[in-house]
């Protein structure tokens, strides 16, 4: 079974600018969670998909969005990029998106802004 | 609201020598408790994980027990080899939410 992938790997903007990040999930994997880890502030949470519905929400400013398409692949969107979100992307998929379940993570994105 | 402490790196360990990487947490309910780790380079893989109190998760030789007790889950592996050399992350999620929340990490440094 092929593993959770993310495109690109890498990413370079500038301030003000706008991205897109990719993410599709294991076959057969509903839930999909967005994460967002740098050397300051570890992995924070973003959010969660499940069937097309955004179930749960990090403490990110709006400017950090995302949808989930009826084959459950996500994309996250930040708009106007600022210094500060630098980071690695990283997106997860689960069954359902349980508590209990393993949640398998892709390689992440790595976004450098400008 | 909901935290994981883990100690903080890096540890540096000889080949064969054994580990104990702490972690604690505070949680509302009964989480269920993860062990990821991540090589240079790469995404989160993981390790072990437990659903419930006094349960074991084990794997590739490292060890970990739910302790409700002492809020703890801490990592064990009797003998390390270099290729254990990566950043581990302890973590929970509660129950209704897959949402997981991440210590900061703990970097494992073992030479031969």
């Known amino acids: 079974k092929a593993g959770v992938t993310q495109t690109p790997r890498y990413l370079i903007k500038t301030r003000g600018q706008q991205v897109t990040l990719s993410c599709s999930p294991i076959?057969?994997?509903?839930?999909v969670s967005w994460y967002q880890q740098t050397p300051g502030q570890g992995l924070q949470f973003l959010f969660e998909?499940?069937?097309?519905?955004?179930?749960n929400k990090g403490n990110f400013p709006g400017r950090f969005s995302g949808r989930q398409f009826s084959n459950s692949r996500s994309e996250m969107n930040v708009s106007t990029l600022e210094l500060g979100d630098s980071a690695l992307y990283l997106c997860a998929s689960s069954l359902r998106g349980l508590s209990q379940e393993t949640q398998y993570f892709g390689p992440g994105t790595r976004l450098l802004v400008l | 609201g909901n935290s994981v402490t883990q100690m903080e790196g890096p540890v540096t360990l000889s080949e064969e020598a054994f580990l104990t990487i702490n972690c604690t947490y505070t949680a509302t309910g009964y989480p269920s408790l993860f062990w990821y780790v991540q090589y240079p380079g790469e995404g989160l893989q993981l390790l072990l994980k437990?659903?419930?109190?006094?349960d074991k998760g084990s794997n590739k030789g490292f060890e970990a027990t739910y302790r409700k007790e002492t809020t703890s889950f801490h990592l064990e592996k009797g003998s390390v080899q270099v290729s254990d050399s990566a950043v581990y992350f302890c973590?929970?999620?509660?129950?209704?939410?897959?949402?997981?929340?991440f210590g900061k990490g703990t970097m494992l440094l073992v030479s031969p």
């Open positions: 076959s057969g994997h509903r839930s």
């Open positions: 437990a659903t419930k109190a006094d």
């Open positions: 973590a929970l999620s509660i129950t209704g939410y897959s949402t997981l929340t």
């Open positions: 998909y499940f069937s097309e519905t955004q179930r």
